[in-house]
Each structure stands twice: as C-alpha cells, then as structure tokens.
C-alpha cells in the first residue's frame, strides 16, 4: 500500500538548508512528494510505502540541518496522488507564523574552503553557505528569499547560481550566495573617505600590524579593531573612544592561541567555537601577549573567535589577538550603515575597512560568562536573536520594552517569546530610536501585531514613554524586580509561586523608593515583598553609582554617625575636609540622598570601604572589581549580620559586617580575604532569609535575577547553600539576568494579567 502526508513544520527552518535537506531524505527513503517555503514554516507532501514514510518522519526531526530549530510539527495523512519524483517548489502563502534563523559564524566548510588555493572562492571574504553565514541582520520581510535581503542587488553568476539551484549542494537557496565574480567586495578608505588603492585586505592587516586603529566592518556592525598586542595602540584606541577603563573585547585566531593568555575550560571552548561565536569571559593568565590597557583592574577577558571570513583573514597567521570593540562612542549605538559609521567613527579609525553588502538590521555581539559550568548571558544579542524563548503557556500578542539599562525588547506570539537583540542604554535619542527600529522590523519579519505593550513602573524611563507613544495599545506598567523574577520563571517553565531572590542596582519599587535587594513571594499574577536589604540613604542619586564612597560613607554615617571622618580608610579620604559638613547635612536632611535596598550599592560601598575604587568608570566596575579580588582569596567563613522584622517584612542588616570590615582595614588585613567573607555573607544572609520565609509560607523553590547574579562567587554560594537546605534553585541562562531579561518578564506578566480578566 502507498501512503501520503502532508508535515507542517514550525521553528527556525528557513534559510538553513532545510528544503534541501528534506528532497535529500525524501529521496534517500524512495518517498515521491514535494516541499515548500510558506510564511509559516516548511510545507511538505511525501508519499511512499508506510515503513518509508515512518522512517522518514523520524529523520526528519532528528537530523535536521545545524542551523535549523524545529519548535512544532503537525502530521496529516493525505489521499495518495499518481505522481513520481520528489521536488522543491517555489515559496508560497500559509501562515503568518514564521521563525527567521539569527546571524552564523562561518562553518567549517567554508572555512576549509576559504584557505584552500584550489577552490575558486579562496580567500572570499564573503563565503557562506546553508549552514552559515548572514540571516537575521541582513533580512527585509518574509519569507526568507533573497530579493528580501541586502543580497537582492547582487546578481548571481552562472556558476553560484547553478549551485544555488541544485538541492545536492550545500549552497541550494543559500541567500545570500556569491562569489568573487559577482558577490559583495572589500573597500579600504582613510580617515578622510579617500579610497585606499591595493588589495584592501593586505592593506588592513599592515595597517593593523603597524599599530593604526580601524574600523572593520562585521555581520551586524562595525568594530574598532587594533593590535592587542600593542600597548600604545591599545592606549590610543582608549583615548579616542573616550573609555577609561571599562574592558575591551578580543578576537583570537584559534583555541591554542587563547590557551596562551586565558584560561578555558572545556563548556567555555564549546561556547566559543558554536554556530553562535559570542564573547565569552574567560579568566586572565599571567603573560606578555596582551596589553595590560586591555582590561585593567579585572580578572577577565572577553574573548571571542573569529565568526565571518574577513575575520578569519585579518587573524590567521598575521597576529595573537585583536581588540575588537564595539564600533561607537559610550552610550550610542553600534554602527551598522556605511554613510554614518564615515561620519562618527572617523575621528577615532586611522582607517575604514568596509565592503557594499548592506546590513539592514544592527546586532552587536553577545556576551556570555559560565557559572556552574552553565552559561549566562551579559549581553544577548548576535547568535541568538531572534530566536525564541519558550513560555510556560500560551497568551495574547505582548510588546515588552524593558527598562533603562542593558535594554532589550521582547514580543510573544502563543507561546513564544522572541527577545530583541542588545540595544544598550536608553539615555539619548539615539538609542531610543534604535529600539524603535528593532520593534519595527521584528514584528516585521514574525508577522506580530501586538494586543497590549508593557513596561517599567518607573514614569521616567525613557521606554516608559515609548510605551506611552503607544496611544492604540493597552499598557501594563511591571514593577521591575517582579519582572526579574518572572523572567527566571517563564524561562524555566515555572508555574505557581515562588520565592524571588531579586539583586540589582536600581528598580523603582511600589512605595516610591529604590529597590535593589529584594525577597518577593508571588507568580506571574501577584507579588509580596516579604524581605529586603536594609534601605539606606543614596547620597546624591545618580552620582552615588559613579562615586562608591558615597555609599560607604552613607552605611558608615548609621555606623558611627559625624564621627565617621574621625576613621582613617580610603572612602572618608575620598571627600575633601572642606565637603564634609556638606555632606553630613545631606545625610541628616535626606536632601537629594532617596533610600535603597540596592545590593548593588552594598557593594560599591564595601568595594570603596576597601580602598579598591572610589570613582567608577562604567556601571557595575566596583562589583567587577570586587569579585576579582575576593576570587584570590579561599576563606570560607563569613561576617556576622542580623534579620529583623520591620512591618511584616524581613530586614537583612549588615551593620556589623561593616564595623569588623572597618577594623580590619585599619589593620592592614588581607583585601582578598576580606572581598571573599563580604561574598560569602551576602551568601548567608540571602539563605537565611529563605529559609524564614519557607517556614512562613511553606515555598521551597527560590529563583535567582538581577544583575548582581552574574557574579560568580554569589551566584555558585547563594545556589550551594540553598541546595543544601533541600531549595530547589531557578537561575536564568536563556534570557540575561540583567535588564537585558527584564522584558521577558514583563511580556509574560502583561499577557497574564489579560488573559484573567
């Protein structure tokens, strides 16, 4: 007997050799039928014996194309037709339902192809293929079809066009498929735009051996690229950028030569040689190929490999290691467009080395850091995006804008939820507008018209009153410690309640002052604030996160009161005697001096207390800085501290901590030491408050977010000691437990609340 299917196919199976993959399995299992592109998916027809056709199903989920991610499959059986032959059809209409494949490092067969003197793509530096290459940054509309990308201008050969027509090659309906005769090229131009003569290729790893700084045009940006071997070039490119001390990001050939300056355990190389290539923090060796001016102050690298064939060109054979930081100045966007990266990156490259296949949709790198031998995100963004999230449920469509910092976006679709790339701080207008463009083009290519837009509580934020732009849309306003927390839950499938363990910088909290260090119990639905950090004055506001001795002063003043300046440590030497009374009415008054819970600022205030940083030169750098040192350190003990009851609520209180602190660095103790006991306190204290809440309401699973979770030390003590007091333990590793996951909570939140009306 002879059976026919029709397979409906949903996920990431366009523009990943998965067409071409099904007529090779089709034809491998003697299966007659067809299969297509539709908006929605992958549409097949296959008709065979039944042992075939069960045969064939099964293969078809379980060997797909490496880039592929099938999300759904629905199996129908079909009258048979009198018909022979498998083929690929045109794309054609369905669904809206449709899944774009993020951005891809170069496979290995290209790479094999790209260095091999024989093939005619050799040294292309835009060799792809179904497995590789450009999706996400490239892509107009759907379906995923060339005259839809940047590649539309670019008319194939004959030769790349045969290939792209035949389904037995690895370059079948690869889009963006060129090569030397017909594809992209290589442009080189001076500060000035004037074009370089030559091979701009050669040219620009002279001019980077030689030291100049140029921009370097990559999948979803521009880099800033120098010699990272270089001390001068790397102080330089510092100077330009206007970036003091925050790390730069490096690109490295190959694993043997990241072996020589960092440490990598085996998850780490996995993560760094993915079809993904995100930057992975790995810990600093002592050695002498990389600038110091690299990464000051810090016990990481960011590294990299290289993930497009320009890199691989610039890199192999010609240097240890690049940096290859992000192409813009603070606070702005990435460059992505040829006319404006001439314009603002001009005055910080010697030169611009570019080509004329356009990006249409920006994507910085992502960034990643492995903690109990799982990895987190800092920054999700190239590699990743849009690919999606799974909801524990599915809901209405949501837009979710995030908060201030670190933002991202988030939009749902039944239960999905696809996470916006990266976009940065929203400070400026630049920035702003960039959202809105990734907004734009996101519900663009997954056909999501949005029911309801939720946002931050904070009336301030600049997403907040992008929200508010919104006039057609119903808003929700997420306070956003409940987002954190509903964040690690949906993207652990969580159901129920919880308890939340919520550490951070900044969040505006429900009575109108900061959050930071916070104990909720509740789901997606409802929260309590059951437990926090004890609130102190934020001496100056703002200023108080670049100035961390404005925190130790403020937890020293609860202390010990005006005699704090009778203390000899490195904070109160931070204020001149002449600021002090000042400074003291603005304590006592709570003049522009708002209370915190920040967990954030407890450690910029013990980082400051213990002479490590006084100014900070970029957000988080004090706490960077903290754990480096307490990471040198394998005390294990940990400081007093105390719970007390304030209005139903758990205050945790650290005013003994501070004053052994105190004593100690009056003592000239080890810094080390001391960093490792405040970590391993914090630890403690957040246990203890778990276990008293378990005990009031009988919750035993405890989720973990906030930007403070990205330590290592915390995040790995907070999570041994829960587990050994029989918590189960959510932490995030799809979405960044920084703001960059807030979105992510507040969709889900936002769809909840909807959906119980």
């Not at 045009?217 to 690229?225: I, M, N, R, T």
């Not at 524990?392 to 239960?415: H, I, N, Y």
């Amino acid at each position: 007997m002879t059976k026919r299917v029709r397979v409906h196919i949903q996920g990431i199976v366009q523009g990943v050799g998965f067409r071409p993959f099904v007529y090779r399995l089709a034809c491998a299992h003697a299966l007659s039928g067809w299969v297509m592109n539709t908006p929605a998916g992958v549409v097949l027809e296959a008709q065979g014996q039944p042992n075939a056709i069960r045969s064939f199903l099964v293969d078809l989920e379980e060997q797909v194309p490496p880039l592929a991610l099938v999300s759904g499959v629905q199996t129908e059986e079909v009258p048979a037709l009198d018909a022979e032959g498998f083929a690929i059809r045109p794309s054609g209409g369905g669904g809206k339902e449709v899944q774009i494949a993020p951005d891809s490092a170069v496979c290995a067969d290209c790479l094999s192809e790209l260095f091999d003197p024989s093939d005619r793509r050799y040294r292309y530096p835009f060799i792809n293929c179904t497995n590789c290459g450009p999706r996400y940054s490239i892509i107009y509309g759907v379906p995923y079809d060339r005259p839809l990308t940047t590649m539309a201008g670019f008319s194939m050969c004959e030769t790349c066009l045969a290939e792209y027509r035949d389904p037995s090659q690895r370059r079948f309906h690869a889009q963006p498929n060129a090569c030397p005769d017909c594809g992209p090229r290589l442009s080189l131009r001076d500060g000035q735009g004037r074009k370089v003569s030559g091979d701009p290729l050669a040219a620009a790893i002279e001019l980077l051996q030689a030291g100049r700084i140029l921009a370097v045009k990559g999948l979803g940006g521009y880099h800033l690229a120098v010699d990272a071997g270089n001390q001068v070039a790397v102080a330089e490119l510092r100077r330009r950028k206007n970036r003091d001390e925050k790390p730069f990001a490096l690109m490295a050939p190959d694993l043997a030569t990241i072996a020589a300056f960092a440490h990598c355990t085996p998850t780490e190389a996995r993560l760094l040689q993915g079809p993904e290539a995100p930057i992975v923090l790995l810990r600093k060796r002592d050695q002498q190929l990389i600038a110091p001016q690299v990464a000051p102050a810090n016990g990481y690298y960011g590294v990299m490999l290289p993930y497009t064939p320009l890199h691989h060109l610039l890199l192999r054979d010609n240097c240890n290691a690049l940096v290859m930081t992000s192409g813009n100045l603070a606070d702005e966007p990435i460059c992505y467009q040829d006319t404006d990266a001439m314009a603002r990156l001009a005055p910080m490259a010697d030169y611009v080395l570019s080509h004329d296949r356009d990006i249409h949709m920006r994507c910085d790198d992502s960034v990643i850091r492995v903690l109990r031998e799982q990895p987190v995100f800092l920054r999700r963004a190239r590699g990743y995006t849009p690919r999606p999230i799974a909801l524990p449920a599915s809901g209405p469509p949501v837009l979710a804008v995030g908060g201030e910092l670190k933002a991202a976006t988030c939009l749902t679709r039944g239960g999905q939820a696809f996470l916006s790339q990266h976009i940065g701080d929203l400070q400026n207008v630049a920035t702003l507008e960039s959202m809105a463009q990734t907004i734009s083009h996101l519900q663009d290519i997954l056909q999501i018209r949005p029911q309801l837009v939720a946002h931050d509580l904070h009336p301030d934020y600049l997403s907040t009153r992008f929200a508010e732009s919104l006039s057609d849309l119903p808003r929700v306003a997420v306070q956003h410690h409940h987002a954190h927390m509903a964040s690690c839950m949906a993207e652990n499938a969580l159901e129920g309640e919880v308890i939340g363990v919520i550490f951070d910088g900044t969040g505006f909290g429900t009575d109108g002052t900061i959050w930071g260090g916070e104990f909720l119990v509740g789901g997606y639905q409802r929260f309590e604030r059951l437990g926090h950090l004890r609130p102190m004055p934020l001496p100056g506001g703002d200023a108080a996160v670049r100035e961390p001795w404005r925190m130790a002063l403020s937890y020293l003043y609860e202390i010990f009161g005006e005699k704090l300046f009778d203390l000899s440590l490195p904070c109160t030497a931070a204020l001149p005697p002449s600021d002090r009374k000042l400074f003291l009415q603005m304590l006592q008054r709570r003049l522009n001096a708002p209370l915190t819970s920040s967990c954030g600022r407890l450690f910029d205030a013990v980082a400051s207390l213990l002479g490590l940083r006084q100014q900070a030169a970029y957000e988080g750098q004090a706490a960077i800085e903290l754990e480096a040192l307490a990471e040198t350190s394998p005390v294990t003990d940990h400081y007093p501290f105390s719970l007390t009851e304030v209005e139903g609520r758990l205050v945790v209180e650290f005013g003994d901590m501070l004053q052994q602190l105190v004593r100690e660095v009056q003592q000239n103790c080890p810094r080390a030491a001391m960093a490792r006991r405040f970590h391993n306190t914090l630890a403690a204290a957040a246990s203890a408050v778990c276990e008293n809440i378990r005990t009031a309401t009988g919750h035993d699973r405890v989720v973990l977010s906030g930007g403070v979770f990205q330590n290592r030390l915390l995040c790995g003590g907070l999570c041994a000691r829960l587990e050994a007091a029989g918590f189960q333990v959510f932490t995030q590793r799809l979405a960044p437990p920084n703001d960059g996951g807030l979105a992510l909570g507040q969709a889900i939140i936002a769809g909840r609340s909807i959906s119980c009306v």
